[in-house]
């Protein structure tokens, strides 16, 4: 009688974990957020905190939504990010032919990496070109900007990016290992510039620093470093998010992730993930399955309280999340048509508020002393 007790004990306990089980998962089911509410809860949370940001990430933000709506509205926003890199730009000008500002910037910009595993890669990569971190990371980075939002650049400029040789920094393996994703940015940058088109030996340079035949080797630092890379060549070409790309020029790359999916999926930041989902949509391949599966790994990472993605270790933070919950917002509503610009000057209602600097009153004070 005890032995019969015991048994029917055990099996109403293990219909009742059963059923409990059960309700969890419809109940889990039921609480899930569509891609549609996940998408609104971002968007609320970035646009009634959007002037707490930091310039140039409110610029990210305003810039990224133009292009993926073609509303107005993120105009002032994105007028923001063009204050800021102009007064950059003038900055730097006038000493375009200072070899001492150029090592000071240099140092300053190099002093200023993180301290972690990132930065350290970095800095040593940087040691055999010193220099080529402020024509990169400043002079190009503002004129390509500049450049994108239609405006002119002086003769000064450009012939200062031609005469640097960056083709020895952009093939070097150190320095691919230590930022493939910015450099993928600088080879496509001078290639809009009409500078020089270096992406067949970048793309040559990226796969003998990271052979696929090695990617068991890789840690997860490296691999990520890797599939920020890839998806930076699409996102580069596309001029970010203002035209497609073909399949032809960047398959090889959509075949990878679908190769490596499911390390994609474990070992990818949520930055990453949204990333990987994005270059599936600028070649137009939005039914692929890796797609929903990207949507569906941020859905799972949403955190409903604070209507955002947090980061890696769960934080919440507006400045450092804006980039993951941007690309995570773009990828849940990604348009039938992209929107190039902004051309502010084209745009009648903004010229009263455009810079009103000229860049051309600078081209004979390249010597100066800072």
Known sequence: MKKLFNLFFATLLLFTT???ADDGEIKAKEQALSYDEVSQRIKMTFENNLYQLPPRTQGHYGIRLFRMTGDKKYLPTALYDYYVVSDRMHTIV????????IATSSKRLTDAMSKGTRGKARRKALKKFPEFIFYA???????SRLDAFGVELPETVLNTLKEYDFLPGLTDKTMIRAWAAQLANYVYWLKQLGI???SKQYKKAFLEAYPNKEDATLSKWHFRNKLYGLTHFIFAASGYYQHYVSTEEFGWILDYFAANQQRVLKDATDDITAEVGISYLLMQKKDHPLVTETKD???AAFNIE??????????IDLASGEHRNVLTYMLFTWPDKMTEGPYFHEIKAMQQYLPTHDFEDYEDETDGDR
């Open 137 to 143: 990371d400043e002079l190009l980075r503002y004129s």
């Open 306 to 315: 604070a209507g955002m993605v947090p980061s890696v270790s769960g934080k």
């Open 196 to 198: 020089a088109d270096y």
């Open 297 to 299: 790994r941020l859905v």
């Open 94 to 101: 006038p000493y375009l032919n200072d070899e001492g500002f």
């Open 18 to 20: 059963a059923c409990t």
